[in-house]
């Protein structure tokens, strides 16, 4: 977390950073996109699917963080094609007692090659599945990612990688 929260109105603050990826690869004519399975913070622990996306570690960038997020979680190299957008999630401090924004950035990403980095974290990763655009939307977790799927996929077709 940040050391100085940023004040966007009252009671929410803007205090940590995530970066993450929309991966991308083409199976013959079809394109395949990246979702993890985690296991959900909610009350029902339901498992989750969603995009790699982690912290930044101290004086990383985005970039750097976003590709080193979707190698750990996502089990894979990948290179940076465009920025997509950011989504803010608003979390709650129950330490401090008070509401914060997490701002996530995503970039999309075309598929490198398998990897073999080993992954610590206190989120855990249950699966790594590639899946058609359709089938993405169907189980992505959060809207707010559905969104950032479709700009994904816009863009992708704009530049006819």
Known sequence: ??????????????????????????????ILWLLI?????????????????????????????????????????AKIIAKIGSNNYVLSDKIQRRKIVKRVTFFLMQYLEPSNLRYFDKEIVLGREWLTYDEACA?????????????????LESLKI
């Open 1 to 30: 977390m940040a050391t100085n929260p940023v004040k966007i109105k009252d009671g929410l603050f803007y205090d940590e950073r995530s970066a993450g990826g929309i991966v991308f690869r083409r199976d013959n004519k079809n």
């Open 37 to 77: 399975k985690t296991i959900g913070k909610n009350k029902y622990r339901k498992n989750i699917y969603k995009f790699p996306k982690g912290h930044l570690l101290a004086n990383e960038f985005l970039k750097t963080a976003a590709l080193r997020e979707v190698e750990e979680e996502g089990r894979i190299k």
């Open 139 to 155: 189980r992505l977790a959060y809207d707010s990612e559905k969104i950032l799927l479709k700009k994904a996929k816009s863009k």
